[in-house]
């Protein structure tokens, strides 16, 4: 066997036919700064060539790249990837439970041991789809399974003094079945849809609320709950629906479905329990609540086969740090380390070897105190005879590598190189790194000797929060200042600031809190806490990980309206204006797009086994663009050049040029996108490819674009996501000019380097989930670090006190 993977000439988007090496049976880490081509190297190169070789020989269909990405790959085994930028987009429906299957096995045991109530007992036996509520079988048959619906107010829509004719306000037009069976109700009880409704007798208004069996007339408000109900079975977003219909006052808020108290199932899974438990108060448990119930009624329960599977997932949740969930969490809602750490839970279990395991930052979201285990858990792995390769930047993760490869030296077209590969001894003499100067003491990240003080005139208060795990916190934010909310995960920080602080806020503030989210995205448990001091801020910024958009054809230029502006100077050029090109010849979302493969450059061939391989378009050569598109240039670009460019590429092109509709505006959003670290992205980059504390980073640079003087709040969710250490330094600066400039920024963190330049520290604990939920310190990072309650305190003090 060879003793190395080995991969000559590597090509793939920034890479510069680089020959790497990485030994079997080891734990690797590839780093280098943000955007250098790690994960060209370790996804893109090793991950892709893995699988098409396992599909080529399995039997199943698959299809040869075009334009082969490197030259040779040697030393290859099965491969096994979790990425970030996939593991993003996932089925809401998609929760810890049906993720780890231990969603399977609870609905298996109650299935074959539940206790059913006698006046639910109908002696029938029950299969285990009854338990699960994404089941036709199981789920609630008013809510489909979603535990919520829309509660529209009926007294909204019957109001005495509107016409008739203006209740559906066009609506009713778009749905021709319904406004013919409308015109014969009025026909039937001869009613003049001029007149208002208050007109109508007892009887007549009675059939328009609920309906006509006669006329076929469904009723006004029987109109609307179907229409919600359409839009839940389709299992997309309420927003369009909602937006409709509140354009004539018509509130449809969630709630909690009454039929089912929210969760989701049917009446059989409500009224059957184990030990006094139904299937939904275990799924609602936190994991390590989970575990200790099953421990302590092992044996009285029976099915000890079923529970003994269930105990081993779960302990090895807790192993990996997922103490803190709840079955019933939904997988979209949680970061990229913790899903990945899901995954790293069932590779565990498996107890596979001869594998290849890639990784990408698995230690995001976790605490200084939690990521000695999971390196632990991580090397086991290699132990059992597997190869571990790991995308990181966490500095102990590093540490504990077998194996450096580091690319670079910068991001982008001035990345894709091989810098160094060999031990971790040798990585820390490299002084062409950018990285290893920092493992080597030489360069540390800059951190503040002087904290800027408190005014207790300007706080912004919480009182009695109580959400989730929280246990009546009160706490002061001091405004002004830089403030780090830190704690095990778990520990209620998200609780605290995401989920009740910035509902709060939006409540409060309304528009001037600034928070792209939908509807559906804020909770819809508005916590019964108290928030002062709103009147101190100017305007609330939120930033968070969420994807930048849903189009796959979306990217970064066309989120910040660089693209908007890029298109309008080509429209503006002599040959589009003689061939009658508008802005949207030069845009794939719109005639500028290629028709057969809708602007996206490649086509998506099935081929079984939930895989897919993209193979270029052979209309438009994998542009996505029309060919009259392509013809078009500025300055001897056409548009894909220059949606091709990297951020600080773009720069220094509109920097220099001098074009008819040239908006200047374009350089101050790139400008900005490179002092948030973005430099190395490309203008075109597709959404799905773009990692949470990306996203972050991109909303963080459009919204600095529009935002100007002092006294705002940017609440931030652990912007150094992603980040190298050398680029986490310069987007600290950048928080500290925002700061210094009269801002406040609210950032929850685990990264020791940001809270020890944060003026002010809240802490939440001292453990997760049922053992957090405290604020167990608080106060300068000096302070934490000789307060014994602190947990955090002991890394801030190796970090530089």
């Known amino acids: 066997m060879n003793e190395f993977i080995e991969i000559k000439g590597a090509r793939i988007h920034n890479l ?98 539940g206790y059913r109530e006698p006046m639910h007992d109908d002696g029938l036996p029950l299969s285990m789809e009854y338990f699960q509520k994404n089941s036709p079988k199981g789920m609630c048959v008013k809510c489909l399974g979603t535990g919520r619906y829309h509660e529209i107010d009926e007294d909204a829509i019957i109001k005495p003094d509107l016409a008739i004719k203006n209740i559906f306000n066009g609506f009713l037009m778009k749905h021709r079945f319904h406004k013919a069976n409308f015109k014969k109700f009025c026909e039937l009880h001869e009613i003049d849809v001029n007149d208002s409704i208050g007109t109508l007798s007892d009887e007549s208004l009675l059939l328009f609320k609920y309906g006509c069996r006669k006329s076929g007339f469904v009723g006004a408000v029987v109109f609307f709950h179907d229409m919600q109900k359409h839009v839940t079975s389709k299992h997309i977003r309420h927003n369009s629906f909602d937006k409709e219909i509140d354009l004539w006052g018509i509130k449809a808020a969630h709630v909690t479905c009454p039929k089912c108290k929210g969760s989701g199932l049917g009446a059989q899974a409500i009224h059957t329990t184990l030990s006094g438990k139904t299937i939904t108060d275990l799924e609602n448990m936190y994991i390590n609540e989970l575990l200790d119930f099953f421990i302590n009624h092992r044996d009285a329960l029976p099915g000890k086969n079923l529970i003994g599977e269930i105990i081993i997932k779960l302990r090895c949740m807790i192993d990996v740090g997922l103490h803190h969930l709840a079955l019933s969490r939904q997988v979209p809602t949680l970061s990229g380390g913790e899903i990945q750490r899901l995954f790293l839970a069932s590779f565990i279990i498996a107890e596979m070897d001869s594998i290849i395991f890639i990784f990408d930052e698995p230690t995001i979201g976790l605490h200084e105190a939690e990521k000695e285990s999971l390196i632990s858990i991580i090397q086991n792995l290699v132990k059992r005879g597997n190869t571990v390769v790991a995308v990181e930047h966490d500095e102990n993760f590093m540490l504990a590598a077998d194996y450096i490869i580091d690319l670079g030296p910068d991001a982008g077209i001035y990345g894709g190189e091989r810098i160094f590969q060999g031990s971790l001894q040798e990585f820390k003499l490299c002084n062409t790194s950018r990285t290893a100067p920092y493992l080597a003491g030489a360069n540390i990240v800059r951190f503040k000797n002087n904290y800027k003080p408190v005014d207790n005139q300007k706080l912004l208060t919480i009182e009695h929060a109580n959400l989730h795990n929280l246990r009546d916190v009160s706490v002061s934010i001091p405004l002004g200042l830089m403030v780090g909310v830190a704690g095990v995960s778990g520990s209620g920080k998200s609780s605290l600031i995401h989920d009740t602080l910035v509902p709060k806020l939006k409540q409060l503030m309304r528009n001037k809190l600034v928070h792209e989210v939908e509807d559906d995205d804020i909770s819809t448990i508005i916590d019964e806490a108290f928030v002062t001091g709103t009147e101190l801020i100017k305007r609330c910024i939120v930033v968070d990980q969420k994807p930048i958009g849903r189009s796959k054809t979306s990217c970064p230029a066309t989120y910040t309206g660089i693209t908007d502006r890029v298109r309008v100077m080509f429209a503006k050029k002599p040959e589009a204006i003689e061939n009658g090109y508008g802005p949207g010849m030069f845009t794939v979302n719109s005639e500028g797009g290629c028709r057969a493969c809708k602007g996206e450059g490649f086509k998506n061939y099935y081929i079984g086994f939930g895989n897919s391989i993209e193979v270029e378009c052979d209309s438009c050569s994998g542009t996505g663009y029309v060919e009259e598109a392509l013809g078009v240039t500025v300055d001897g670009k056409n548009i894909k050049d220059i949606m091709a460019m990297s951020v600080t590429e773009a720069a220094e092109f509109f920097g220099r040029i001098e074009s008819e509709g040239y908006d200047k505006s374009i350089s101050s959003i790139l400008a900005t996108l490179i002092r948030v670290g973005l430099g190395y992205i490309t203008l075109g980059q597709k959404t799905p490819t773009i990692s949470g504390g990306e996203a972050q980073r991109i909303k963080l640079a459009k919204e600095l674009c529009k935002q100007t003087g002092s006294g705002n709040v940017y609440i931030l969710d652990e912007p150094t996501t992603g980040l190298s250490l050398y680029d986490t330094d310069r987007l600290i600066g950048l928080m500290q000019q925002l700061v210094d400039a009269g801002n406040t920024i609210i950032v929850t963190e685990h990264d020791p380097a940001v809270l020890a330049n944060c003026d002010f520290i809240i802490e939440m604990g001292p453990g997760g989930g049922s053992d957090g939920g405290y604020v167990i310190a608080r106060g300068t990072p000096e302070e934490l670090t000789s307060d014994k309650n602190s947990i955090i305190g002991k890394y801030l003090k190796r970090v530089h006190i």
């Open 16 to 113: 510069k036919d680089i020959e790497v090496r990485i030994p079997r049976n080891k734990l690797t880490v590839i780093t280098g700064v943000s955007g250098s081509g790690k994960s060209s190297l370790a996804f893109d190169t090793l991950y892709e060539e893995g699988k098409r070789r396992y599909l080529q020989f399995s039997g199943e269909p698959y299809m040869f790249d075009t334009n082969p990405k490197f030259d040779m790959i040697s030393g290859l085994s099965p491969t096994v990837a979790v990425e970030q930028r996939i593991i993003r987009q996932s089925n809401p429906r998609s929760t810890v439970g049906t993720r780890s299957k231990v969603g399977n096995l609870l609905a298996i045991l109650f299935s074959a041991y």
